[in-house]
Antibody, heavy 125, light 111 residues
Framework: QVQLQESGPGLVKPSETLSLTCTVS??????????WSWIRQPPGKGLEWIGY???????NYNPSLKSRVTISVDTSKNQFSLKLSSVTAADTAVYYC?????????????????WGKGTTVTVSS | QSVLTQPPSVSAAPGQKVTISCSGS????????VSWYQQLPGTAPKLLIY???KRPSGIPDRFSGSKSGTSATLGITGLQTGDEADYYC????????????FGGGTKLTVL
């Protein structure tokens, strides 16, 4: 059974770069079937899609975050990572990594079927 | 402001049925598949419905999904106190932005 686990600093200073890693167990990030995704949830608010990466390195990002986001994959460690630069208090959130299913068959489908437990990141000096 | 619109809250008594709506546009719900997620308090979201009306293994048939035009609906029958949670719809937006999008979430209260 595939499991995902987020890790990284829980506190980041304003203007610095937030860095998180998602470790995949019970499965492989090199699987050609999945799009490894990041989603966040500010306190008391809804879900916001950040982006995804395919094992080949192909990425897609939320346009509202695109200038600050980098998602990468390390197949040798079976991990994928998120970097968000120039953070502000508005980036304070629970960050989730998830396994995404994305494809086009007459219509696009994109859904996350396995989620990590989430990690809380606070931006504060 | 979420791309998909959901009612902030719904409520119903145990054993009853409830529906949660999700409204979008032709660039998202109107031309793509919809998924639904359940988020119990303090936990990560869990996939309930994918491709409009399919249930992952282990999801009871009390949960159902449907889509018509640019709107989708999640239905829950035989409500249980354990169903009290936040519910989110999601889909792909195939406009120029080409991104995953979610609704703002609906808080279900089982009275």
């Amino acid at each position: 059974q595939v499991q995902l686990q987020e890790s990284g600093p829980g506190l980041v200073k304003p203007s610095e770069t937030l860095s998180l890693t998602c470790t995949v167990s019970g499965g492989s990030v090199s699987s050609g079937s999945y799009y490894w995704s990041w989603i966040r949830q500010p306190p008391g608010k809804g879900l916001e899609w950040i982006g995804y990466i395919y094992y080949s390195g192909s990425t897609n990002y939320n346009p509202s975050l695109k200038s600050r986001v980098t998602i990468s994959v390390d197949t040798s460690k079976n991990q994928f990572s998120l970097k968000l630069s120039s953070v502000t208090a508005a980036d304070t959130a629970v960050y989730y990594c998830a396994r995404g299913n994305w494809n086009y068959v007459y219509y696009y489908y994109y859904y996350m079927d396995v989620w990590g437990k989430g990690t809380t990141v606070t931006v504060s000096s | 402001q979420s791309v998909l619109t959901q009612p902030p809250s719904v409520s119903a008594a145990p054993g009853q049925k409830v529906t949660i709506s999700c409204s979008g546009s032709s660039s998202n719900i109107g031309n793509n598949y919809v998924s639904w997620y359940q988020q119990l308090p303090g936990t990560a979201p869990k996939l309930l419905i994918y491709e409009n009306n399919k249930r992952p293994s282990g999801i009871p048939d009390r949960f159902s999904g449907s889509k018509s035009g640019t709107s989708a609906t999640l239905g829950i029958t035989g409500l249980q106190t354990g169903d009290e949670a936040d519910y989110y719809c999601g889909t792909w937006d195939s406009s120029l932005s080409a991104a995953g999008v979610f609704g703002g979430g609906t808080k279900l209260t089982v009275l």
